[in-house]
């Protein structure tokens, strides 16, 4: 089983909470404390008021419609050595914006092609939505499985992708019925990972 599974469980839950309640995800962890450990991100502003947010813990630059909340960190005992879960959260009703990663423990092997469907299926299931549309893409070199997927009045579109031995999720939620293709476009295209 996927140790990734946990962090769609809790990013299905944040979500589904965030679109349908627009209340505050209960089970956040506390914030890092300042210090030369806490990750460092930074926002510049782009042309239509979106920001470009880079990680530098993440390794990633991608484009949002604002500046999303402190990351998320968790790290979770596991049978195959502890894993860290990493959440970033934009909730800019209508509309929630995520990207998730996952740092496995040096000793995990896993099967790279497994790895990613499973992502998407414990994120369907997690959700308890419908799975719409699924299709497997490189994106930059990298093994990447685009999906959309519905629950309620929700439709959320994803990506999932491995870079080296860390895969990336990408998700944006929208009203069901509305054409958003330029927003899901935006932010999937400028979502951009650097390997070190």
Sequence with gaps: MSNMKSILVVLSITLLSSTLTAQEHSSRPPKLPP??????????????????????????????????????????????????????????PPHVFLVGWVDYDPSF???????????????VKGLKA???????????????????????DRLFTSRVYLVGRRPYQIVIGSPKGVDDSVNVNRFFNSFKVTRN
């Design 35 to 92: 210090g030369p450990t806490t990750p460092r991100n930074t926002t510049t502003p782009n042309n239509g008021g979106w920001m470009m947010f880079r990680s530098d813990e993440g390794r990633f630059s991608v484009l949002m419609p604002g500046i999303p909340e402190d990351p998320e960190i968790k790290t979770t005992p596991s049978e195959h050595g502890p894993y860290t879960t990493h959440m970033i959260i934009l909730k800019n």
């Design 109 to 123: 092997n896993f099967n790279r092609q497994a790895e990613i469907e499973m992502n998407r299926d414990n994120f």
């Design 130 to 152: 419908t799975l719409l549309t699924s299709r497997h893409l490189t994106i930059d070199g990298y093994p990447a499985l685009e999906f959309t997927a519905e629950v309620g």
